[in-house]
């Protein structure tokens, strides 16, 4: 049963602080790896889509890794804001049908002053 | 930008009532979906489209049907609605073609049956 695991379930964080958010999956085959950002009471909102080939993508202070052949994904925060307070959720795509996407619960982050 | 917009923010009906949601893009996408989202599960599929007109089963359909009779507008209906359907419904859409293009979710439904 294709499944993705996230940890930790929460963290909290000093403003200015850099985090790293871990996913394990065991999706196959695969196809590509995405991360959403899900402030609350909103819907999710794609951070970075990355497949077999790639080893690391930014988009402006969140970086993505992936190794495929550990299964592995991080997410890593750099300065943290305020607005960064959301869930993170790893997302899992196996046969490159669009329909075909397995979802971690999440990790919940809240930065604080 | 894309814009997925969810017809109600917020909905409560009872039990045995026909609810129906609605979702509209503005992006000219072939692919519409909905899904639930429940606190400790991750988000699953319902129903999912890649045509007007055209439908598939996702991992939880029972109880559920959708309507996509216009490429922009994808409906989901609950025939009888029940307690356990109580949850945060979600609509995406996307390009067709290949998976590695990104959903694009509304703000979601919160729907509660008494």
């Known amino acids: 049963k294709n499944q993705v695991e996230q940890s930790p379930q929460s963290l909290i964080i000093l403003e200015g602080k850099n985090c790293t958010l871990q996913c394990n999956y065991t999706v196959s085959p695969f196809s590509n790896l995405r991360w959403y950002k899900q402030d609350t009471g909103r819907g999710p909102v794609s951070l970075t889509i990355?497949?077999?080939?790639?080893n690391t993508k930014s988009n402006r202070r969140y970086t993505a890794t992936l190794d495929a052949d550990t299964k592995q994904s991080s997410l890593h925060i750099t300065a943290s804001q305020l607005s960064d307070s959301a869930s993170y959720i790893c997302v899992v795509s196996d046969t490159g049908t669009a329909s075909k996407l397995t979802f971690g619960t999440g990790t919940r982050l809240q930065v604080t002053l | 930008d894309v814009k997925v917009t969810q017809s109600s923010r917020y909905l409560v009906k009872r039990t045995g009532e026909k609810v129906f949601l609605e979702c509209v893009q503005d992006m000219d996408h072939e692919n519409m979906f909905w899904y639930r989202q429940d606190p400790g599960l991750g988000l699953r599929l319902i129903y999912f489209s890649y045509d007007v007109k055209m439908k598939e089963k996702g991992d939880i359909p029972e109880g559920y049907s959708v309507s996509r009779e216009k490429k922009e507008r994808f409906s989901l209906i609950l025939e009888s609605a029940s307690t356990n359907q109580t949850s945060m419904y979600l609509c995406?859409?996307?390009?067709?073609?290949?998976?590695?293009?990104?959903?694009?979710f509304g703000d979601g439904t919160r729907l509660s049956i008494l």
């Open positions: 995406a859409s996307s390009l067709g073609g290949h998976s590695n293009q990104p959903q694009h």
């Open positions: 990355m497949t077999f080939s790639e």
